[in-house]
Nanobody, 123 residues
């Protein structure tokens, strides 16, 4: 059973930084895709960043140049470094995983999800 747990959310002022972590267990796929998604109140879920098993990354236009996705295979952990945070980045952030390595930001098709961690950016 694949299990994802996010850490690192919190409250920060605009311009600040946070690093989200997602600990993954039970994942034995050789090829995979993992991503970060977010959902703000009253808005649809959107893809933020994704990375596949070859290290290929994809970012939403709204976070390019500010957010960086990475993974530590030895620690089975996915990260999202968020810099220059803006109030519009406020949302619940979820990590997700799937064996279909091509999914990237196609969040509706991911099979495995964490419970989410809240990020709040104040102006």
């Amino acid at each position: 059973q694949v299990h994802l747990v996010e850490f690192g959310g919190g409250s920060v002022q605009a311009g600040g930084s946070l690093r989200l972590s997602c600990a993954v267990s039970g994942y034995t796929f050789i090829r995979y895709c993992m991503g970060w998604f977010r959902q703000a109140p009253g808005k649809e879920r959107e893809g933020v960043a994704a990375i596949d098993s070859n290290g290929r990354t994809s970012y939403a236009d709204s976070v390019k140049g500010r957010f960086t996705i990475s993974k530590d295979n030895a620690k089975n952990t996915l990260y999202l470094q968020m810099n220059s945070l803006k109030p519009e980045d406020t949302a619940m952030y979820y990590c997700a995983a799937d064996s279909r390595w091509w999914l990237l930001l196609r969040g509706d098709e991911y099979n495995y999800w964490g419970q989410g961690t809240q990020v709040t950016v104040s102006s």
